[in-house]
Each structure stands twice: as C-alpha cells, then as structure tokens.
C-alpha cells in the first residue's frame, strides 16, 4: 500500500511562515507531479501550487511570490514553503499525487489520484 502524509500545519500570526511537508510512505519508485490543495470552510477546494517529476512548478495567483513547491525525490517528499501568510490562507491542505508507483507484493503497481488526509493551517490576523 502507498499513502500521503501531509505534516507541518498550525497556528500561525499574519506574516508567518510555515513549511507543510506531504511524504510518500511504502516501497516508493516513482512519483509523478504532485500538488497542494486547499479547502476553506464554505468554500471548494482549489490548487494552491503543483510540482512535476522533472520539478516543473505552477503556482495560483494568490500565493505567486509568497509559496514556494519543491521536491527531495530521494525522500519522496514534497514540501510547501509559505512566507507572508494572511489571514486568507486559512484552510485545510491537502497533496495529491497524480500517479506513484510503488513495489508491493511481489510487483510494481500504480495508484493514481492519490491524497493525503490534510492538514490545518490558521493565520490570526
């Protein structure tokens, strides 16, 4: 089996930082692109930022110059650098992996559109 484990939220003032991590647990051999995603309350979940295999990044308007998305590969990692949080990003965020190949009973095999459980970001203002 293969899961994503998203860690790194809180409680954080306006201007904060905070790095939210997504780890790729099992016997991982590929991860395609991967994306963070969040959902505040009353509202649809939207991407916030994604990352492809070979670290091609995309970012929403919101977050441009404030986020950054990078990988470790090696750890089969993806983090979310935040800086100059506002009261707005308060949400839940979630990573979703488009693909992940993993080594699992004897065989390769595929899980696609993979997400994580989330976690709470708050930003007082």
């Known amino acids: 089996q293969v899961q994503l484990v998203e860690s790194g939220g809180g409680l954080v003032q306006a201007g904060g930082s905070l790095r939210l991590s997504c780890a790729a647990s099992g016997t991982i051999f590929s991860i395609n692109a991967i994306g963070w995603y969040r959902q505040a309350p009353g509202k649809q979940r939207e991407l916030v930022a994604d990352?492809?295999?070979?670290?091609?990044?995309n970012y929403a308007d919101s977050v441009k110059g404030r986020f950054t998305i990078f990988r470790d590969n090696a750890k089969n990692t993806v983090y979310l650098q935040m800086n100059s949080l506002k009261p707005e990003d308060t949400a839940v965020y979630y990573c979703?992996?488009?693909?992940?190949?993993?080594?699992?009973?004897?065989?390769?095999?595929?899980?696609?559109?993979?997400w994580g459980q989330g976690t709470q970001v708050t930003v007082s203002s």
């Open positions: 990352i492809t295999s070979g670290s091609g990044t």
């Open positions: 979703n992996a488009d693909s992940v190949r993993y080594w699992s009973g004897g065989y390769y095999r595929n899980e696609y559109n993979l």
